[in-house]
């Protein structure tokens, strides 16, 4: 069957380190994949998109690997910040114009 | 610019209810798309409309309905409401697929309560 998983956990890091997510997919073959940022009560914001032909892409603090081999994306924020506290989700290109979201791993950056 | 806007904020419904959620795209954005996020879940794909015809549903059962207006706005309709369909429903809008590769806009959802 198809899964995406994300850590369940809740990452706790201190204020100036590098956050790192994983994203874990099982049978699907996607073109590209996003991760997108969400707060409590509000809805996902969109944060970044990785081609299955690009390894690496950067915005600002961020940085998102894609490994179609390993069948992973890392996500990277460096620098992190308290404002960077949210819960982060992976979505897969899941075909027909489809995304399937991760659960979302939980980021809480302390002072 | 305004984002993408749904109404009503909270909603509460007894079982066997039918309740009706709405959202409004960004402007110029033709897709629009459902998701249920039931605690500890995730988002679950409910529905797609573009051009006012739907274009792909997710595995939900038929009374999870909607519908997409000339202006693009959209409907989602719950019929006979269950306690399991408690939850918060997002509404997303995109451009056309082949100019964003699907990158969607969220609005802030319908907390939905069945009570």
């Known amino acids: 069957s198809q899964k995406i998983e994300q850590n369940s956990e809740a990452l706790n890091i201190q204020e100036g380190k590098t956050a790192t997510l994983t994203c874990n997919y099982t049978?699907?073959?996607?073109?590209?994949l996003q991760w997108y940022r969400q707060d409590p009560g509000r809805g996902p914001v969109f944060l970044l998109l990785?081609?299955?032909?690009?390894k690496e892409k950067r915005k600002e603090r961020l940085k998102v690997t894609f490994d179609t081999t390993l069948k992973q994306s890392l996500f990277h924020i460096t620098a992190s910040q308290p404002a960077d506290s949210a819960t982060y989700l992976c979505?897969?290109?899941?075909?027909?114009?489809?995304?399937?979201f991760g659960k979302g791993n939980q980021v809480v950056v302390i002072p | 610019e305004a984002g993408v806007t749904q109404s009503p904020t909270h909603l509460i419904k007894t079982r066997g209810q039918q309740a009706t959620l709405r959202c409004s795209p960004i402007?110029?954005?033709?897709?629009v798309y459902w998701y249920q996020q039931a605690l500890g879940l995730g988002l679950q794909f409910l529905l797609w409309?573009?051009?006012?015809?739907?274009?792909n549903r997710g595995n939900f059962p038929p009374r999870f309905s909607g519908r997409q207006f000339p202006n693009y706005s959209s409907e989602l309709n719950v019929n006979a409401l269950e306690l399991e369909d408690s939850a918060l429903y997002l509404c997303?809008?995109?451009?056309?697929?082949?100019?964003?590769?699907?990158?969607?806009?969220f609005g802030a959802g319908t907390r939905l309560s069945v009570l």
């Open positions: 997303a809008s995109s451009l056309a697929f082949t100019q964003t590769k699907n990158i969607q806009y």
């Open positions: 990785i081609r299955e032909n690009e």
């Open positions: 409309y573009d051009e006012g015809e739907e274009r």
């Open positions: 979505a897969l290109d899941a075909r027909a114009n489809r995304l399937a």
């Open positions: 049978n699907y073959s996607p073109a590209y």
């Open positions: 402007s110029g954005h033709t897709s």
